[in-house]
Nanobody, 119 residues
Framework: VQLQASGGGSVQAGGSLRLSCAAS????????MGWFRQAPGKEREFVAA????????YYADSVKGRFTISRDTAKNTVYLQMNSLKPEDTAVYYC?????????????WGQGTLVTVSS
């Protein structure tokens, strides 16, 4: 699976950004698609995930109510809509694809896209 993330940028606190992750190379029906982020000096952390088949979504507590993950199966693309951004959301965001049941033990990773939120 090849993953291409885009959509990062700089925004002021309270603003919005939408990240995109275009997937190719494999049928994704048995995969979970996710977004992770890594802030400077911190470990990579889970942000949100969605099953490619179906509508189950999962969110980290820190982003619930502010971020929305979705996917467009026709475009093979996963999105992360980020609203009410906070400076603590500043990080490099990575998209990932993981076979269902693998619990993110060894997912496919896309390249990161930087999100910077200024106060």
């Amino acid at each position: 699976v090849q993953l291409q993330a885009s959509g990062g940028g700089s925004v002021q606190a309270g603003g919005s950004l939408r990240l995109s992750c275009a997937a190719s190379g494999r049928t994704l029906s048995s995969y979970v698609m996710g977004w992770f982020r890594q802030a400077p000096g911190k470990e990579r952390e889970f942000v949100a995930a969605i099953r490619w088949s179906g509508y189950s979504t999962y969110y980290a507590d820190s982003v619930k109510g502010r971020f929305t993950i979705s996917r467009d199966t026709a475009k093979n693309t996963v999105y992360l809509q980020m609203n009410s951004l906070k400076p603590e959301d500043t990080a490099v965001y990575y998209c990932a694809a993981d076979p269902i049941g693998n619990s993110w033990s060894n997912p496919y990773w896309g390249q990161g896209t930087l999100v910077t939120v200024s106060s």
